[in-house]
């Protein structure tokens, strides 16, 4: 079992900026893919960027791609998400997410691990 930590979540104006860290622990040899998803209120949650454990291939939604750029810090176990140009669409809980799979191949339910989630709120 890897057990993730989501921080760094906050309020900020359109505009500005964000980067929630991800800490993992546990059995995280058996990681191939960590990420992030988002679920805004009322909507169902959805893919917003991953990498890979190993090989840092990294992958984004067509609606953040050019603005978000997600790191992996193997030595501290760790993956941010750098969030410039915030919109106000952007608002949601991130959840942090990892997985023995690709993303993209298994159903949200039966991704491995799962953070409690961080607000980003963005006010226009």
């Known amino acids: 079992q890897v057990h993730l930590v989501e921080s760094g979540g906050g309020l900020v104006q359109a505009g500005g900026s964000l980067r929630p860290s991800c800490a993992a622990s546990?059995?995280?040899?058996?990681?191939?893919?960590v990420g992030w998803f988002r679920q805004a209120p009322g909507k169902e949650r959805e893919f917003v960027a991953g990498?890979?454990?190993?090989?840092?291939?990294?992958s984004y939604a067509d609606s953040v791609k050019g603005r978000f750029t997600i790191y992996r810090d193997n030595a501290k176990n760790t993956v941010s998400l750098a969030m410039n140009s915030l919109q106000p669409e952007d608002t949601a809980v991130y959840y942090c997410a990892a997985d023995r799979r690709p993303f993209g191949t298994t159903r949200l339910e039966a991704i491995d691990s799962w953070g409690q989630g961080t607000q980003v709120t963005v006010s226009s």
């Open positions: 546990g059995r995280t040899f058996n990681i191939y893919a």
């Open positions: 990498i890979t454990w190993s090989r840092s291939s990294t």
